[in-house]
């Protein structure tokens, strides 16, 4: 039995593309937006992340959290934010899956944006290299002290090797 | 199509689901699940593993009584319909069944027969940590607790959540009171003989009585002691001797009966258990009656 069939994947691409062009009108202050082209892909990205990592979504999707999250960053810049969202999108809902279903939604993002920004330099690969135990403490306790994370005792030569 | 339709309305049979029929049904259903996910979640996740969608869809669909898979016209009513209070009220009716249920257990561990084993007791004594562990609102299909006591007739798998523990109560609570009519020290020696280690392993307590009770109703002889001695056990194997298998079922079955009548059970479900029971027994002493005799289906409790 497949019961998750019952989804619609057109529908889904029309109501990730409403809620970006909704993100888009807040967005705009911090110079990023998305043109109709990048949200479609997006919203393919997000079907194809969930499928990957075995989820679904229901209503809303994650997207405008993230894009919340992350739009004041010092680290986006307009020529990378598509795809650096689309990534962004796609460790979520590693992440998410990795740890047990530990995190809230609200917990993870948060972790997200404290290791992007204050160790990771915006970088995404050090992100997606990041070890899962490390993101749930940072995601539950919202700090990095206590973390391997605190004093930078993380080799940066073997995440971007 | 129309014809399919119209001849199923004159033999009023409901036609299946239309193709639009049934993406209606889905997207009432799908939405509900996204309702049921929401609140599952407490709104702290958006998304859900794959496993535990379908985990609350299963529990929609049993308390709705709905198979995803069926097209079956009886679903007709449910389209258009408010789904969320379709399923408040399923979740009464659970609700219902569950208070019913933790009665009958009750009953059963207030009244244990004479003997039991540690099956039965640890079977008992998870089933008790049931009614407080079981999600009606969420996995009402899931059945969260240890059944290892094998019963003499079990229960359909396809019975799922209190719909199976239920109907597993009602089917101990029938072998318990056959148990009940019998004295401690009838059951223990017949039960020795059935597997010296009758309380350590998994049995079933209710068979070998069953067995030998309907085998003496069968000779006219007092159930009582549930004893039968060799000689009595050549009167049952020269009843059985030129029987077909049919024979000895109904022959079974008429035991069974008499049984009943002797014992004074009234339940027609009891009655009917018994009898499904006693026919079990027509193949393998058909089987046994060719090959050395029935010493192993009517016991010898004394030796």
Redesign the interface.
Known sequence: ?N??Q??SQPMQIIQTKMELTQCNQMTERYGLTLSDQQMEQIALRRIDA?QAT?????????LR?LVYAFCDSPYIRQAEYANMLAELLDLF?YF??ECM?QL???ELIEGMRLVFDEAASGSLSFLANLDREIMEEVAQTGSLEGTPLEDGEIDWGDIDG | MDEIIARAGQQGIEPPLSPEEQLLLQQQLLSLLARQTAHYTAGDSSSVPVETAERLLRSICFTLHIHPESDSGEYRTLLGQDMGVLLARGIEQLQQKLEDGQALWTALVTHLPPVTNIALRDTLGSIGTFWGRYDIRFLAQEIPCDIDYQLARPVPETLQGVDYVNRYLQHLAIESDFLCRFRKEALVPLLRAYCPDYNGLLINLYEPAAANAVGLALLGESPEMLDIAPEVRGELEELFAHQTKQEIRETLAAGARQLADMLAIQSPMAREYLRGCAEDLAPRIATARDHGGLSGIFLSARK
């Open positions: 039995m019961e998750m019952l989804f969930l075995g989820r679904v979504e229901f209503g809303e999707s994650i959290k809902y998410k899956g279903e809230t939604d609200d």
